[in-house]
């Protein structure tokens, strides 16, 4: 496990890039992140989160902007309005998948979860690693760790871990169901809708 500061964005990027498992902070709890087009980053997330494909939970996609979320997802007029609304921010919004959009991992599933933080270190990498993979960082059941130290105590296989705090009090993303007529919330985390 290698350590480094918040700061060093071009070792995060570096990390990222290179199909390395990124523990890191966000506006919420700490995530894990991983490089959407790492085959073997992909593997040892599932592995850290004892994530099984059949459970029906889906890795959250961070797109690289705004104008990249059609890629991914069918944008329906309530998507608009909620992306409108809370986009960046504590939200994941799940989606039916763009079907134009091919991925080893995403083809099993026929929505998607797509989260753009609203967080100056996510709004610095993202850039320059293209779409990231992104989860709590916990394993199955576990509460999300909020510091880098019980991300060492809890996930001690993680490749990269993000030295610091997510903010004080905070509840991992709310999460949003728009495949329906009506929004669902799925997750109520610090966001209230």
């Known amino acids: 496990m290698i ?3 918040k700061d060093s964005v071009s070792q995060i990027i570096k990390s990222l890039n290179s199909g390395l498992v990124v523990a890191l902070p966000t506006e919420t709890v700490y995530g894990l992140a991983i490089s959407l087009n790492s085959s073997t980053a992909l593997e040892k997330l599932i592995y850290l989160k004892r994530r099984d494909l059949k459970s029906g939970k889906v890795f959250t996609l961070v797109p690289d902007g705004l104008r990249n979320f059609p890629t991914y997802a069918v944008i329906t007029k309530l998507a608009r309005e909620f992306i409108g609304k809370y986009v960046p921010g504590e939200i994941t ?3 039916h998948k763009n079907p134009e959009f091919s ?6 599933f026929s929505t998607i979860g797509l989260r753009l933080p609203r967080s100056s270190l996510f709004s610095r990498i993202l850039p320059e ?11 199955r059941g576990d ?4 510091t880098s130290a019980e991300v060492i105590e809890t996930m001690p296989k993680v490749d990269v871990v993000v ?5 004080a009090g905070k509840l991992p993303s709310t999460v949003v169901d728009l495949t329906g007529k009506k929004p669902v919330v799925v997750r109520q985390g610090g966001l209230k809708i």
């Open 129 to 139: 690693t293209g779409p990231l993979l992104l989860t709590s960082a916990n394993p």
């Open 163 to 167: 030295s610091g705090a997510s903010p």
């Open 143 to 146: 509460t999300p760790a909020t």
């Open 93 to 95: 919004l799940i989606l």
């Open 3 to 5: 350590q480094i500061e």
């Open 103 to 108: 991925h080893p991992y995403f083809d099993h």
